[in-house]
């Protein structure tokens, strides 16, 4: 209820006078490593963060997941730490702690009391140059990964349809594989494969410090010389570029698993702000998926679900801080009585209607003024302004594009949204994926099959 008063209450003004510039504090060590510092005095706390200019874009086949590996092995221990001493400290500290890899990051995150910080800066500087890989700890986490992926991916699917979907979908982008990895990979990593991986990218000068919380900037930096200062940077060589091929055509799949519902997923390859010419470009997207689904009232809830009846659900995805070109994605689940041909045919129907129609300025400025209600709530929390500032950072946008969203947003035409949805969501740029559901009682022979397939 809250929220919805916020966004009646927005929709009455400007949009860049509730949007307060942000104020970072910026410093370069001689290591090349970066601290990004955002005071914010409204409690004694701190969130520290490292973030690694590494995931799972940047590795090649054979070793798919070894960041996320890695991120686990980062907590077995250093030369001077037991296994599992790192997590005893924070929490004997009154901190909590946890990491998170994505596609184009690695990040290690702490939430303490304000004196506190110089022990989370003495953990992270020490795993940064010298985690201690063990073969006994990654055989632990082999087993503790495969049952993560299992219960994830594996044993979900939607979430396996989507994973097969991006994989269809790209041709050559390294975005095509998952995250976690494939199983195969994950069986069959080594020591040396992490250690190699380690030294390669696990360097200050590949990484990001962001603090944020009732700190002085000064202080902070004087504590970052002293416990990162004397770590040594590398010659650390990017990746190779690895732009996706034209797609020249639709495509499309079947998955059969073990289900209760049948589920649609459509993926339109799009540009994000790292790789479009035109930046509004993005923006427009943004705003457009909005369009689709904003709340209740977004188009796909009002006309597939309420509306025709036709879908149990439906959604629309899209993130434009990606490193390389994403994937704009349409989701839905059919009523009963409904064939997934008929709410793809649907989804399509919405497309093209904002291809055909100019979005009116009521539901232009409702959906705005929602994005705006959101950057206000998610301003409240210290570890996502950490968490806005470091992927910024670290897919090379830089954090100032954080103070440029509501405004970029804002300025978004009905026009421009129409001028994306003509350009970009076309059959060429589609790949489909019908999940049909296969009897709930043969999972591992559906498994099975699934894999050898």
């Known amino acids: 209820m809250k929220f919805r008063i916020l966004i009646a209450l927005l929709l009455w003004m400007p949009f860049v006078s509730v949007h307060a510039k942000i104020k970072v504090h910026e410093r370069i060590l001689a290591n090349g490593l970066k601290v990004l510092v955002q005071e914010d005095h409204r409690s004694p706390v ?71 910080l110089a022990v989370s800066f003495e953990l992270e500087a020490d795993r940064m140059r010298n985690l201690h890989l063990l073969g006994a700890e990654l055989q632990k986490e082999l087993q503790v990964v495969t049952e993560e992926r299992r219960m994830r991916t594996d044993d979900k699917p939607q979430a396996k349809t989507q994973e097969h979907l991006t994989a269809l979908a790209y041709s050559n982008s390294p975005y095509k594989n998952p995250i976690i990895g494939w199983p195969s990979d994950i069986a069959n990593y080594t020591i040396a494969d992490l250690n190699a991986w380690y030294q390669r990218w696990y360097r200050p000068n590949n990484a990001t410090l962001v603090v944020v919380g009732d700190v002085e900037a000064a202080a902070v930096f004087a504590l970052a010389e002293q416990y990162f200062g004397a770590l040594e940077a590398s010659d650390i060589q990017p990746v190779k570029p690895q732009t996706e091929i034209e797609q020249l055509g639709i495509r499309r799949m079947t998955v059969k698993l073990p289900a209760k519902l049948p589920y649609l997923l459509l993926g339109y390859k799009v540009p994000v702000l790292k790789t479009v010419v035109n930046e509004w470009e993005a923006y427009a997207l943004e705003v457009l998926a909005g369009v689709l689904d904003g709340g209740d009232s977004a188009r796909l809830q009002a006309n597939l679900v309420r509306g025709q009846q036709i879908a149990v659900s439906a959604n629309a995805g899209y993130g434009l801080t990606s490193r390389m070109e994403e994937l704009f994605m349409l989701e839905a689940v059919p009523v009963q009585g409904k064939t997934l041909d008929e709410v793809e045919k649907a989804l399509i ?105």
């Open 349 to 453: 129907a919405q497309i093209e209607n904002l291809q055909k129609e100019l979005v009116q300025p009521d539901e232009l400025k409702r959906i705005k003024a929602q994005v705006l209600a959101q950057a206000v709530y998610e301003r409240d929390s210290m570890f996502y302004q950490g968490m806005q500032l470091g992927l910024l950072e670290t897919v090379g946008l830089g954090w100032q594009k954080a103070d440029e969203y509501v405004d970029k947003v804002s300025r978004i035409t009905a026009e421009q949204i129409q001028a994306v949805a003509k350009k970009y969501f076309t059959e060429n740029n589609l790949s489909v994926a019908y999940l049909e559901p296969q009897a709930i009682n043969n999972v591992k022979t559906g498994s099975k099959n699934k894999e050898s397939n």
């Open 46 to 116: 701190v969130v520290s963060q490292v973030w690694y200019k590494v995931g799972s874009s940047y590795e090649p086949g054979g070793i798919t997941g070894i960041s996320h590996m890695l991120e686990h092995m980062m907590f077995k221990g250093t030369d001077k730490l037991q296994p599992g001493e790192f997590s005893r400290i924070i929490a004997a500290n009154g901190g909590n702690e946890n990491a998170f890899t994505g596609r184009d990051y690695t990040a290690y995150f702490q939430t303490m009391e304000k004196s506190r």
